[in-house]
């Protein structure tokens, strides 16, 4: 690991912070190290419509190594803003704070950024270089990305079936998940932004949809069947950045037909089997593997897309 990637990692760390709170804005993290090597400030993007990360790391400098700014270096997770927007341009902040060098992960799409925070820091005669954990920081904003250049919302597709892949017994509803993968899914609920189901399950199962076993907020509840089906536009248009879809088998398959998945969670009760019902959705091949856990008989397998290089 070079010295560059060590103080990226930790600009990952502090991101992660911001998960809940950051929102509708992405995760960021920033650290500034002096020339000897020392870390003399840091900070994360905290909650939407204050402070970005670099603002709070320049706050957390002490008054005595506020002269050591001139050759210290500043890293940071996603590219400085160079636009006012409810905050101003981290890009002039850090022109102003006069550091020597500055160390992005990566290049945000973001329509007013794309570039121009990297450019302004050029033309003021500051090194900078671009890509330290450049996948890894990419992965941490998915929602982000996804939403900007796509235009749409980041969409996981999630089900549970038995050991010998059916998701209810003689098409009735069946209970697959555990008390532990059952709170995973709260836990997911509360991290995203809106969950699906088609209008059969709904009418089927009445599910409450709702953050009931993990903290945080409910994610708006929507229902589709083929008289009010998706609109990706309208979700858009209302900031929605991620979607989870807990529908039945014909709701999921229909997004995987079309391609409209970036993330799918699997879960498997391997000690149920059934006779007779509804048949899993088979999962893509061109799903690739990120996480599994397992817990007792149950494991639930996390697959993403592979994220194209910028």
Same mark, same amino acid.
């Given at each position: 690991m070079t010295e560059d990637e060590k103080y990226m990692r930790r600009c990952l760390q502090l991101a992660q912070n911001g998960h809940q709170n950051a929102k509708p804005n992405p995760m960021v993290g920033a650290?500034?190290?002096?020339?000897?090597?020392?870390?003399i400030g840091e900070g994360y993007h905290v909650r939407c419509g204050e402070g970005h990360a670099e603002v709070n790391a320049f706050a957390s400098v002490n008054a005595e190594d506020e002269p050591l700014l001139s050759e210290a270096t500043i890293y940071v997770s996603l590219e400085p803003c160079s636009h006012y927007g409810k %905050?101003?341009?981290?890009?002039?902040?850090i022109i102003k704070k006069g550091v020597r060098r500055v160390v992005v992960g990566c290049v945000d799409p973001f329509a007013e950024v794309q570039g121009r925070g990297i450019r302004r820091?050029?033309?003021?005669?500051?090194e900078v270089e671009v890509g330290v954990l450049e996948k890894e920081c990419m992965t941490l904003n998915r929602r982000f990305f996804t939403f900007h250049r796509e235009q749409r919302p980041y969409i996981i597709l999630k089900w549970a079936q038995t050991a010998n892949g059916f998701i209810d017994d003689?098409?009735?509803p069946v209970q697959i998940s555990n008390d532990? %993968?059952?709170m995973l899914s709260h836990k997911l609920r509360a991290e995203e932004d809106a969950i699906l189901v088609g209008r059969v399950t709904d009418e089927r199962e009445h599910p409450q949809l %709702?953050?009931?076993e993990w903290s945080g907020s409910d994610p708006k509840r929507l229902v589709i069947d083929h008289a009010h089906p998706l609109n990706l536009e309208s979700l858009y248009s209302h900031q929605i950045q991620s979607l989870i879809v807990e529908g039945g088998a014909r709701t999921l398959q229909s997004f995987l037909d079309k391609g409209l998945w970036d993330e799918l969670r699997v879960e498997t009760n391997f000690g149920m089997t059934v006779s007779d019902g509804t048949r899993a959705p088979l999962v893509p091949a061109d799903a690739v593997v990120s996480e599994t856990i397992r817990d007792g008989a149950n494991?639930?397998?996390?697959?993403?897309?592979?994220i194209p290089e910028s």
């Open positions: 650290v500034i190290v002096s020339a000897d090597g020392r870390i %905050t101003p341009p981290c890009a002039d902040l820091l050029r033309e003021a005669g500051i003689h098409f009735k532990f %993968t059952k %709702t953050v009931r494991q639930l397998v996390c697959y993403h897309k592979i």
